[in-house]
């Protein structure tokens, strides 16, 4: 690695360019306009480039009219110095990138830096930095400080320790979202940093024991905050350790604003500085920790509180279920997410019991005793979870909503039992920039919504190039990937919308019971041994998996394609499972037994819906009083699915409401009238979560929908809200 230092980080950006083009013509243009400079810079860089490339057996081509390109038998080699040279070395930086580095060194520094000190950091002329301070000095006055810069001992920050911290993070959370290149205050690891000449603000230790202090610290007091306030203290808490470990204390004058959540800063603070090297806890004497406490209190009074009563139901249901599912799991020693039909399941069925509650409708009909007795154990954790949410918001869930719900997990236990030694994990890529933080919180997520799922690899989009593909089985990334993958990609954000976990929740079903794909590679054989004699049938298969592999040709999709879609589009989605000829607006039906019959006859006709199903429906509504209320205003009746159905969906509005008899004095008016004819249990999941999710996103959803004057209107405000959640 230290003979690449004979050129510039210019240079070998360039050369990392025409390896990735594969032999490729590159025009100089083109290089120009990569690296941000000019094409007559460009030819001074090949000349320097050149040389280097042949001490290292490398043929870099250069032809006139076609462009710049690395011989194809050079290739390999090229690509192995490259891999030498690490992955952030050959970082060029443009202007914006660059005065964002300096801000870092500037915010990292605790002395003075000269202009000329800068300039053969960043590799750059001294006029060019002096250009950067513009945006430098404006950057830290929109953030209320002052740099100083003195011609002969340089540049000075005005700001005291908390500040500095303070400003820190909002530099760590403004980068989010920025091109992976602005990433490099988040140092990976102390060579990378090193090798691009860059300071770190971070490291991936520090931020890990951050957010696991902070977890392990909310559930102790018994609350959460809200997901910026647990980005903002995070970053917080990653910062205060390594300013610590530096040397660099808060004063006791830094902070003078009324602190209330000391007990829990003091807590949080042993905590954190325990948390990897105790010894940085005993290098804080008694009033070094006070003004440290005080600070970091201050910090946790600013951050708000996780209100549970202001989450929509659907959010609400998200965080019970995960609750549950890690109460369970740390209990039984079993993993419930891998049980991934079942506990969809349970999570629309948690979402549907909250939305019941919420209006005053309750299950009537206790699960079998037995359930309960035989699983005491489950039935007593889920109670504690489920009354720990539900107290907050005003909610009661009877012992019938709990036997249930206890119910799930019983079923999931006897499978357990039966096939103990089955793996149904799922390895997963994760692709987040070159963000530590960002692949901290979506590991956290992840964790907490899906614990079955297992992490192999954290990595930046660039390194997902040298991947090997079967080493994982999905990617999940909060970045765009823009080259085709032999494997599924699911774009999520890094603290996991609701949608994200729907998406997620889709790609499990379909993998895990849902459709069975088409094998080429199976097809393929099975087509040459009906014709001709195979000497080696597994040299064959071999050769010809690697060769789909390579085309990044999935199964069930033989042409490879041109961008990469996420997997949760296999099941089908809710708007296209509701054809036009099923939708009706304004119908007249005295109750809802007559709403069911008018809503599905078009289906019965079109063959659409077995009458058994629709009998069904009927039975649950007299034994169970199950009318399939979502919301006020709409249901949705259903019954077990039938494969003699074809998957559709009617959607029919009423000229006058009619009231649901719920019992107990609970009447229900409806107005609008989803009917569903599922297949099986995965398609049915997907499709009811996504109607609550509509539900719970837009509250003017079923209102919208009654208010149509007309079948087509009636289809086109159904068409556009589901639009509106999918983008």
């Known amino acids: 690695m230290g003979e690449l230092v004979s050129i510039s980080r210019r240079c070998l950006q360039e050369f990392r360019l025409l390896v990735e083009a594969a032999g490729s013509p590159m025009t100089l243009r083109a290089l120009a306009q990569s690296v941000d400079v000019s094409e007559r810079t ?7 480039l050149e040389t280097w490339c042949h001490g290292r057996d490398i043929l870099l081509v250069r032809r006139r009219g076609v462009g710049v390109f690395i011989d ?12 030498e040279a690490g992955s952030l070395t050959g970082v060029f930086l443009s202007a914006d990138e660059r005065m964002r580095s300096v801000v870092s060194a500037i915010l990292t520094g605790e002395e003075e830096r000269t202009l000329d000190e800068l300039a053969s950091r960043f590799d750059v002329s001294r006029s060019t930095i002096l250009r950067d301070m513009d945006g430098v000095e404006g950057w830290f006055k929109n953030h209320g400080l002052t740099v100083v810069r003195h011609q002969k001992r340089g540049i000075r920050l005005c700001a005291n320790e908390m500040q500095r911290r303070l400003v820190m993070v909002d530099f760590c959370r403004e980068e989010v979202g920025l091109s992976p290149l602005s990433w490099s205050h988040i140092a990976t690891a102390e060579a990378e940093v090193e090798a691009a000449g860059l300071f770190g603000l971070l490291d991936r230790h520090d931020f890990i024991d951050a957010i696991d202090a902070l977890d392990r610290q909310t559930e102790v007091e018994g609350e959460e905050l809200t997901d910026d306030s647990f980005i903002m203290v995070s970053y917080y808490l990653a910062i205060m350790r390594v300013r610590i470990a ?3 204390f808060v004063g006791a004058d830094d902070c003078r604003l009324p602190a209330r959540s000391m007990q829990t800063a003091g807590e949080l603070l042993e905590r954190m500085l325990r948390q990897g090297d105790s010894r940085l806890w005993e290098t804080l004497d008694d009033a070094a920790r006070t003004s440290e406490q005080h600070v970091l209190a201050a910090v946790l009074d600013a951050s708000g509180r996780a209100q549970l009563r202001d989450y929509p139901v659907g959010e609400l249901a998200v965080r019970v279920y995960g609750a549950l599912i890690t109460a369970m799991s740390a209990h039984f020693g079993f993993d419930f997410t891998i049980e991934h039909e079942l506990m969809a399941a349970l999570k629309n069925h948690i979402d549907a019991m909250l939305a019941r509650n919420e209006i005053g409708i309750g299950y009537g009909e206790l699960a079998p005793l037995e359930v309960t007795e035989r699983f005491r154990d489950a039935a007593e954790i889920c109670r504690a979870v489920i009354d720990r949410y539900c107290d907050q918001v005003g909610l009661h869930i009877s012992d019938a909503e709990l036997s249930y719900i206890v119910l799930y997990f019983a079923a999931a236990l006897e499978r357990f039992n039966t096939a103990p030694e089955m793996d149904r994990s799922l390895r997963v890529v ?10 901290a919180f979506l590991e956290r997520a992840l964790k907490r919504t899906f614990p079955a799922l297992r992490i192999v690899r954290s990595i930046s989009a660039s390194q997902l190039r040298e991947c090997d593909c079967a080493d994982f089985d999905v990617i999940l990334t909060t970045v765009a990937i823009d080259r085709v993958l032999p494997r599924p990609i699911i774009r999520v954000s890094p603290m996991l919308t609701r949608l994200d976990v729907r998406r997620i929740g889709a790609f499990l079903h379909d993998r895990n019971g849902g459709f069975e794909r088409p094998d080429p590679v199976s097809d393929i054989l099975e087509i040459v041994e009906g014709a001709s004699e195979i000497q080696d049938a597994e040299e064959l298969r071999s050769r010809l998996q690697r060769y789909f592999d390579k085309a ?7 042409e490879p ?12 989605s809710l708007a296209d499972s509701v054809p036009r000829r099923f939708v009706r607006a304004h119908i007249q039906a005295p109750n809802w037994e007559s709403a069911v019959r008018l809503a599905t006859g078009p289906m019965l006709q079109a063959g659409a819906m077995t009458e058994e199903y629709l009998q069904g429906i009927f039975d649950l509504s007299r034994r169970y009083q199950q009318f399939g209320v979502i919301c006020p205003g709409l249901c949705m009746p259903h019954a077990n699915a039938d494969p003699d159905n074809e998957l559709s969906l009617s959607l029919v509005t009423f000229e006058r409401p009619f009231d649901v008899d719920m019992g107990q004095e609970h009447r229900v008016p409806i107005k609008v009238m989803f009917v569903i004819a599922p297949v099986d249990g995965s398609r049915h999941s997907r499709i009811v979560d996504e109607l609550i999710t509509l539900c719970d996103s837009f509250p003017k959803f079923v209102d919208d929908l009654a208010a149509a004057e007309s079948s087509d209107e009636l289809y086109r405000s159904f068409l556009r809200a589901c639009a509106r959640l999918e983008g």
Do not use: F
């Open 561 to 572: 394609e041109n961008e990469c879609h996420p997997h949760e589009d296999v099941l089908p």
């Open 72 to 83: 194809r038998e050079s290739l390999p080699r090229a690509r192995d110095v490259l891999h």
């Open 246 to 248: 530096r040397g660099c």
């Open 42 to 48: 460009v030819r001074y860089d090949l000349e320097s």
């Open 430 to 439: 994760l692709v987040c920039g070159a963000n530590i933080a960002t692949v």
């Open 552 to 558: 990044g040709m999935t199964h069930g999709n033989l």
